[in-house]
T-cell receptor
């Protein structure tokens, strides 16, 4: 079965510190992975997509097929990064629905 | 227009009421989704419409009834809901197999 694991329920860092939100997946075939972010009182929105290899709001994520990971990183966290982050691979097969991780709540303290 | 619009934003209803949630997008997306989200939890997929046809029903109770009148609109009809159905209901749209765009959601409370 396809699964995604976000091992940290809550991650707390100080402003300016590096941050890494972990995501591990189990998947057969070539995965397509996304990171979604949900800021307080805002809609769920796409942060990153692995095939685009973009850096959004200073965040990057690299797909590591050997370790089956897609960790989200930012070198210097800002207070406005405080939010809930979800890792979500796109499932395989004809009905390609998102498989959501349980999420990591990031708190960036001043 | 790059938004998914959901109405109403808040809804309080009794267990015997009938109400509907509405979702609209004008991005030309051909897939539309309903999710249920509880506090501090990921969204749970309920239904997927692809090219205006229901393609996924995640074993949702029949008291939730989706409808896709056209490619821009998605409704969720509610009847005889239970207190445990209180949640944030999210609508999303996408091109098939592309990233999903979410609305702000309808916060539903069942009395």
């Amino acid at each position: 079965a396809q699964r995604v694991t976000q091992p940290e329920k809550l991650l707390s860092v100080f402003k300016g510190a590096p941050v890494e939100l972990k995501c591990n997946y189990s998947y057969s075939g070539s995965p397509e992975l996304f990171w979604y972010v949900q800021y307080s009182r805002q809609r769920l929105q796409l942060l990153l997509r692995h095939i685009s290899r973009e850096s959004i709001k200073g965040f990057t994520a690299d797909l590591n097929k050997g370790e089956t990971s897609f960790h989200l990183k930012k070198p210097f966290a800002q207070e406005e990064d405080s939010a809930m982050y979800y890792c979500a691979p796109l499932g395989a097969g004809n009905n390609r629905k998102l498989i959501w991780g349980l999420g990591t709540s990031l708190a960036v303290n001043p | 227009d790059t938004e998914v619009t959901q109405t109403p934003k808040h809804l309080v209803m009794g267990m015997t009421n009938k109400k509907s949630l509405k979702c609209e997008q004008h991005m030309g997306h051909r897939a539309m989704y309903w999710y249920k989200q509880k506090a501090k939890k990921p969204p749970e997929l309920m239904f997927v419409y692809s090219y205006e046809k229901l393609s996924i029903n995640e074993s949702v109770p029949s008291r939730f009834s989706p409808e896709c009148p056209n490619s821009s609109l998605l409704n969720l009809h509610l009847h005889a809901l239970q207190p445990e159905d209180s949640a944030l209901y999210l609508c999303a749209s996408s091109q098939p197999f592309q990233p999903q765009h979410f609305g702000d959601g309808t916060r539903l409370s069942i009395l």
